[in-house]
């Protein structure tokens, strides 16, 4: 079994920038596309970003296009989530999130294996 542990997540200003991680760990080679999804109070939760197995092909949700950047080190097992320009409704929950599919979804149902999540908090 695959455990994700993710880090990174803080209070920030508007317009600030954060860099969230998630290290993987166990059986690493059970998961393939990796991606960061989040969940704000009282709402579903939502897909923000995803890397296929090697990292070739990404996607974005719309809230997030130009502003975040998703990267993976396989060597590692580490998926990173680069966020600049942060806005107070980037406030949520952030969870890494593994399938075993080697191909890129974007549904968050998709995703079997859930870190514990990192809060980011996003200040006007």
């Known amino acids: 079994q695959v455990q994700l542990q993710e880090a990174g997540g803080g209070l920030v200003r508007a317009g600030g920038s954060l860099r969230l991680s998630c290290t993987a760990s166990?059986?690493?080679?059970?998961?393939?596309?990796m991606g960061w999804i989040r969940q704000a109070p009282g709402k579903e939760r939502e897909f923000v970003a995803a890397i296929n197995w090697t990292g070739s092909s990404t996607s974005y949700a719309d809230s997030g296009k130009g502003r975040f950047t998703i990267s993976r080190d396989n060597a590692r097992n580490t998926i990173d989530l680069e966020m600049n320009r942060l806005k107070p409704e980037d406030t949520a929950v952030y969870y890494c999130a593994g399938r075993a599919g080697l191909a890129i979804d974007n549904s968050a149902g998709a995703y079997g294996v859930w870190g514990q999540g990192t809060q980011v908090t996003v200040s006007s």
């Open positions: 166990g059986r690493t080679s059970s998961t393939g596309a």
